[in-house]
């Protein structure tokens, strides 16, 4: 079936660092990625997503790239601050019938070391 | 003020009982989703759907039953036949790629 996966599963870096998180799905007619961030007790929140259409996407501190081919994802955060500690998600969606199916990782706890 | 909210925020059950999780959006969203979060399993789909009385399982849908009647509300029960049904539950709703999620239900079995 279809399935993502996710590494690492923590992460602990140094604050200023860079953090990189890599994602592999399985599902080849995935065409949307997400990337969801939850703090602690706290709702996942989107912070940045890929279309597969698009190699790489920038925001700020934070990147994405997608590479089709090798069905690879990873999220790029640099210079890292303290608060952004949290379980961090990635996910590839399918559009079938409309509605996008979302598969998510395993998730990625991601520690700011101060 | 726009959003998902899922009630309640805690919800204990005793063994043997089926018990319904609350999923209510106002944003107009065709799409629903219910997912299971576990410590180091990430969310699991439990049942999404993309318009009114029209629902599919995901991939852990066994002991879960659903029912979309309005387009605003997605409960989610939880049967006896869950065997395993202590977890963190999180309703999600959708339009075009975005999920937007609700503050999750934390469902602990006494």
């Known amino acids: 079936g279809e399935n993502v996966e996710q590494h690492p599963s923590t992460l602990s870096v140094q604050e200023g660092d860079s953090a990189v998180i890599k994602c592999t799905y399985s599902?080849?007619?995935?065409?949307?990625f997400p990337w969801y961030k939850q703090e602690l007790g706290k709702r996942p929140q989107l912070i940045i997503d890929?279309?597969?259409?698009?190699g790489e996407k920038k925001d700020q501190r934070i990147a994405v790239t997608l590479n089709k081919t090798a069905k690879h994802f990873s999220l790029h955060i640099t210079e890292t601050q303290p608060e952004d500690s949290a379980v961090y998600f990635c996910a590839a969606s399918n559009q079938a019938s409309g509605t996008y199916k979302y598969i998510f990782g395993t998730g990625t706890r991601l520690k700011v070391l101060a | 003020d726009g959003g998902i909210t899922q009630s309640p925020k805690y919800l204990f059950r005793k063994e043997g009982q089926n018990v319904t999780l609350s999923c209510e959006q106002n944003?107009?969203?065709?799409?629903m989703y219910w997912y299971r979060q576990d410590p180091g399993q990430g969310l699991r789909l439990i049942y999404y759907s993309q318009i009114v009385n029209d629902f599919q399982k995901g991939d852990i849908a066994e002991g879960y039953s659903v029912s979309r009647e309005k387009k605003e509300s997605f409960p989610l029960t939880v049967t006896s036949a869950q065997k395993n049904p202590t977890a963190f539950y999180l309703c999600a709703s959708s339009i075009d790629r975005e999920a937007f999620f609700g503050q999750g239900t934390r469902l602990t079995v006494v």
């Open positions: 599902d080849s007619a995935s065409n949307y």
């Open positions: 944003l107009n969203h065709d799409a």
């Open positions: 890929i279309r597969s259409n698009v």
